[in-house]
T-cell receptor
Protein backbone atom coordinates (compact mmCIF):
# COMPACT_ATOMS: atom_id res chain seq x y z
CA UNK A 1 0.00 0.00 0.00
CA UNK A 2 0.90 3.66 -0.25
CA UNK A 3 3.28 5.02 2.35
CA UNK A 4 3.22 8.36 4.08
CA UNK A 5 6.37 9.24 5.97
CA UNK A 6 6.08 11.70 8.83
CA UNK A 7 9.10 13.13 10.64
CA UNK A 8 10.11 13.54 13.32
CA UNK A 9 8.21 10.92 15.29
CA UNK A 10 8.95 12.67 18.54
CA UNK A 11 10.29 16.12 19.36
CA UNK A 12 10.94 17.96 22.59
CA UNK A 13 11.53 21.68 22.44
CA UNK A 14 11.76 24.71 24.66
CA UNK A 15 8.93 27.17 24.94
CA UNK A 16 9.24 29.92 22.34
CA UNK A 17 10.99 27.89 19.69
CA UNK A 18 9.52 26.76 16.39
CA UNK A 19 9.15 23.17 15.28
CA UNK A 20 8.71 21.86 11.75
CA UNK A 21 6.97 18.57 11.00
CA UNK A 22 7.29 16.98 7.57
CA UNK A 23 4.80 14.77 5.81
CA UNK A 24 5.92 13.00 2.63
CA UNK A 25 4.06 10.69 0.31
CA UNK A 26 6.75 8.23 -0.75
CA UNK A 27 5.21 6.40 -3.69
CA UNK A 28 2.35 8.54 -4.84
CA UNK A 29 1.44 12.14 -5.53
CA UNK A 30 -0.91 13.76 -3.07
CA UNK A 31 -3.36 16.37 -4.21
CA UNK A 32 -4.46 17.12 -0.68
CA UNK A 33 -2.93 16.66 2.73
CA UNK A 34 -4.78 16.95 6.01
CA UNK A 35 -3.26 17.88 9.35
CA UNK A 36 -4.75 16.66 12.61
CA UNK A 37 -4.12 17.16 16.27
CA UNK A 38 -4.89 14.49 18.84
CA UNK A 39 -4.90 14.96 22.60
CA UNK A 40 -4.56 11.89 24.84
CA UNK A 41 -7.56 9.58 24.67
CA UNK A 42 -9.36 11.96 22.33
CA UNK A 43 -10.24 12.04 18.68
CA UNK A 44 -8.33 13.48 15.77
CA UNK A 45 -9.26 17.10 15.30
CA UNK A 46 -8.88 18.44 11.78
CA UNK A 47 -6.64 21.49 11.86
CA UNK A 48 -6.27 22.34 8.20
CA UNK A 49 -6.44 21.08 4.65
CA UNK A 50 -3.60 21.85 2.31
CA UNK A 51 -3.66 21.63 -1.46
CA UNK A 52 -0.48 21.66 -3.50
CA UNK A 53 0.43 25.13 -4.67
CA UNK A 54 -2.27 26.98 -2.78
CA UNK A 55 -2.88 28.33 0.69
CA UNK A 56 -4.09 25.97 3.35
CA UNK A 57 -7.67 26.08 4.55
CA UNK A 58 -7.82 26.21 8.32
CA UNK A 59 -10.62 24.96 10.53
CA UNK A 60 -12.40 27.40 12.77
CA UNK A 61 -10.43 28.15 15.89
CA UNK A 62 -7.05 27.13 14.46
CA UNK A 63 -4.57 30.01 14.34
CA UNK A 64 -3.02 30.10 10.89
CA UNK A 65 -0.14 32.28 12.08
CA UNK A 66 0.58 29.77 14.81
CA UNK A 67 0.41 26.67 12.67
CA UNK A 68 2.04 27.40 9.34
CA UNK A 69 1.32 24.88 6.62
CA UNK A 70 3.22 24.66 3.36
CA UNK A 71 2.39 22.27 0.54
CA UNK A 72 5.06 23.12 -1.98
CA UNK A 73 5.00 19.90 -3.97
CA UNK A 74 2.73 16.93 -4.62
CA UNK A 75 4.78 14.82 -2.25
CA UNK A 76 5.58 17.13 0.65
CA UNK A 77 3.63 19.16 3.16
CA UNK A 78 5.05 20.75 6.29
CA UNK A 79 3.48 21.99 9.49
CA UNK A 80 5.45 24.52 11.49
CA UNK A 81 4.40 25.25 15.04
CA UNK A 82 5.70 28.75 15.64
CA UNK A 83 6.69 30.05 19.06
CA UNK A 84 5.56 26.83 20.66
CA UNK A 85 4.12 26.84 24.16
CA UNK A 86 3.32 23.97 26.54
CA UNK A 87 -0.33 24.01 25.47
CA UNK A 88 0.79 23.13 21.94
CA UNK A 89 2.07 19.80 23.24
CA UNK A 90 0.09 17.16 21.41
CA UNK A 91 0.18 14.34 18.88
CA UNK A 92 0.09 15.65 15.30
CA UNK A 93 -0.87 13.39 12.39
CA UNK A 94 -0.88 14.05 8.68
CA UNK A 95 -2.77 12.21 5.98
CA UNK A 96 -2.48 12.36 2.21
CA UNK A 97 -5.06 11.89 -0.52
CA UNK A 98 -3.60 10.44 -3.74
CA UNK A 99 -4.29 12.08 -7.07
CA UNK A 100 -5.34 8.77 -8.59
CA UNK A 101 -7.77 7.55 -5.93
CA UNK A 102 -9.70 10.45 -4.55
CA UNK A 103 -11.50 8.88 -1.64
CA UNK A 104 -8.58 7.03 -0.11
CA UNK A 105 -6.44 8.53 2.59
CA UNK A 106 -3.11 7.35 3.88
CA UNK A 107 -1.82 8.40 7.26
CA UNK A 108 1.58 9.23 8.61
CA UNK A 109 2.72 7.64 11.85
CA UNK A 110 2.36 10.87 13.79
CA UNK A 111 4.59 13.27 15.70
CA UNK A 112 4.52 13.63 19.47
CA UNK A 113 5.39 17.22 20.32
CA UNK A 114 6.36 18.08 23.88
CA UNK A 115 7.00 21.73 24.69
CA UNK A 116 8.82 22.38 27.94
CA UNK B 1 -21.13 21.59 8.72
CA UNK B 2 -20.65 17.90 9.09
CA UNK B 3 -20.59 16.16 12.46
CA UNK B 4 -19.80 12.58 13.34
CA UNK B 5 -21.06 11.10 16.60
CA UNK B 6 -19.96 7.95 18.36
CA UNK B 7 -22.05 7.45 21.46
CA UNK B 8 -20.10 4.52 22.94
CA UNK B 9 -16.85 5.70 24.57
CA UNK B 10 -15.84 2.16 25.49
CA UNK B 11 -17.00 -1.36 24.79
CA UNK B 12 -15.88 -4.86 25.73
CA UNK B 13 -16.40 -8.16 23.97
CA UNK B 14 -15.29 -11.72 24.58
CA UNK B 15 -12.91 -13.27 22.13
CA UNK B 16 -14.76 -14.97 19.24
CA UNK B 17 -17.94 -13.04 19.94
CA UNK B 18 -19.55 -10.35 17.78
CA UNK B 19 -19.66 -6.66 18.62
CA UNK B 20 -21.28 -3.67 16.94
CA UNK B 21 -19.97 -0.12 17.18
CA UNK B 22 -22.36 2.74 16.49
CA UNK B 23 -21.88 5.88 14.47
CA UNK B 24 -24.23 8.59 13.33
CA UNK B 25 -23.47 11.63 11.26
CA UNK B 26 -25.10 14.77 10.10
CA UNK B 27 -24.75 16.24 6.63
CA UNK B 28 -26.75 17.96 3.95
CA UNK B 29 -24.73 16.31 1.23
CA UNK B 30 -26.11 13.46 -0.85
CA UNK B 31 -22.89 11.84 -1.99
CA UNK B 32 -20.08 11.33 0.48
CA UNK B 33 -17.80 8.67 1.92
CA UNK B 34 -17.81 6.98 5.29
CA UNK B 35 -14.98 5.13 6.95
CA UNK B 36 -14.03 3.15 10.00
CA UNK B 37 -10.45 3.48 11.16
CA UNK B 38 -8.65 1.53 13.84
CA UNK B 39 -5.96 3.11 16.02
CA UNK B 40 -3.96 0.61 18.09
CA UNK B 41 -1.60 1.71 20.89
CA UNK B 42 1.04 2.47 18.24
CA UNK B 43 -1.31 5.28 17.16
CA UNK B 44 -0.94 4.38 13.49
CA UNK B 45 -4.28 4.88 11.75
CA UNK B 46 -5.43 1.73 9.95
CA UNK B 47 -8.33 1.69 7.50
CA UNK B 48 -10.85 -0.99 8.43
CA UNK B 49 -13.61 -0.42 5.91
CA UNK B 50 -15.16 2.29 3.76
CA UNK B 51 -18.55 2.93 2.21
CA UNK B 52 -19.63 5.16 -0.63
CA UNK B 53 -22.95 6.81 0.15
CA UNK B 54 -24.30 6.25 -3.35
CA UNK B 55 -23.96 2.49 -2.93
CA UNK B 56 -26.85 0.79 -1.19
CA UNK B 57 -24.97 -2.44 -0.61
CA UNK B 58 -23.24 -2.61 2.74
CA UNK B 59 -19.48 -2.93 2.57
CA UNK B 60 -17.76 -6.01 3.99
CA UNK B 61 -14.11 -6.83 4.61
CA UNK B 62 -13.59 -10.31 6.00
CA UNK B 63 -14.76 -10.18 9.64
CA UNK B 64 -15.79 -6.54 9.37
CA UNK B 65 -19.06 -5.33 7.93
CA UNK B 66 -21.14 -2.20 8.11
CA UNK B 67 -24.81 -1.44 8.41
CA UNK B 68 -25.28 1.72 6.39
CA UNK B 69 -28.65 3.40 6.81
CA UNK B 70 -28.53 6.52 4.68
CA UNK B 71 -31.93 7.90 5.62
CA UNK B 72 -31.15 7.52 9.30
CA UNK B 73 -27.57 8.75 8.77
CA UNK B 74 -26.26 5.76 10.61
CA UNK B 75 -23.10 3.78 9.90
CA UNK B 76 -22.40 0.99 12.38
CA UNK B 77 -19.47 -1.43 12.31
CA UNK B 78 -19.91 -5.11 13.09
CA UNK B 79 -16.88 -7.15 14.05
CA UNK B 80 -17.45 -10.89 13.92
CA UNK B 81 -15.30 -13.51 15.60
CA UNK B 82 -13.49 -10.84 17.64
CA UNK B 83 -9.78 -11.36 18.11
CA UNK B 84 -7.41 -10.04 20.75
CA UNK B 85 -5.69 -8.01 18.03
CA UNK B 86 -8.90 -6.10 17.46
CA UNK B 87 -8.36 -4.27 20.74
CA UNK B 88 -7.94 -0.62 19.75
CA UNK B 89 -9.67 2.73 19.39
CA UNK B 90 -12.13 2.77 16.53
CA UNK B 91 -13.01 5.98 14.78
CA UNK B 92 -15.87 6.60 12.41
CA UNK B 93 -15.06 9.19 9.76
CA UNK B 94 -16.79 11.24 7.08
CA UNK B 95 -15.36 12.65 3.87
CA UNK B 96 -17.11 15.38 1.91
CA UNK B 97 -17.91 14.72 -1.76
CA UNK B 98 -15.30 17.21 -2.94
CA UNK B 99 -12.71 15.34 -0.85
CA UNK B 100 -11.71 18.53 0.90
CA UNK B 101 -12.77 17.67 4.42
CA UNK B 102 -12.30 14.55 6.48
CA UNK B 103 -13.81 14.48 9.95
CA UNK B 104 -13.56 11.91 12.72
CA UNK B 105 -15.97 10.91 15.46
CA UNK B 106 -14.90 10.88 19.10
CA UNK B 107 -13.94 7.23 19.01
CA UNK B 108 -14.87 3.98 20.76
CA UNK B 109 -12.33 2.08 22.76
CA UNK B 110 -12.83 -1.64 22.12
CA UNK B 111 -11.43 -4.20 24.54
CA UNK B 112 -11.43 -7.81 23.40
CA UNK B 113 -11.17 -10.11 26.41
CA UNK B 114 -9.70 -13.59 26.31
Amino acid sequence: GAVVSQHPSRVICKSGTSVKIECRSLDFQATTMFWYRQFPKQSLMLMATSNEGSKATYEQGVEKDKFLINHASLTLSTLTVTSAHPEDSSFYICSARPVATNEKLFFGSGTQLSVL
Amino acid sequence: AQTVTQSQPEMSVQEAETVTLSCTYDTSENNYYLFWYKQPPSRQMILVIRQEAYKQQNATENRFSVNFQKAAKSFSLKISDSQLGDTAMYFCAFMTPNFNKFYFGSGTKLNVKP
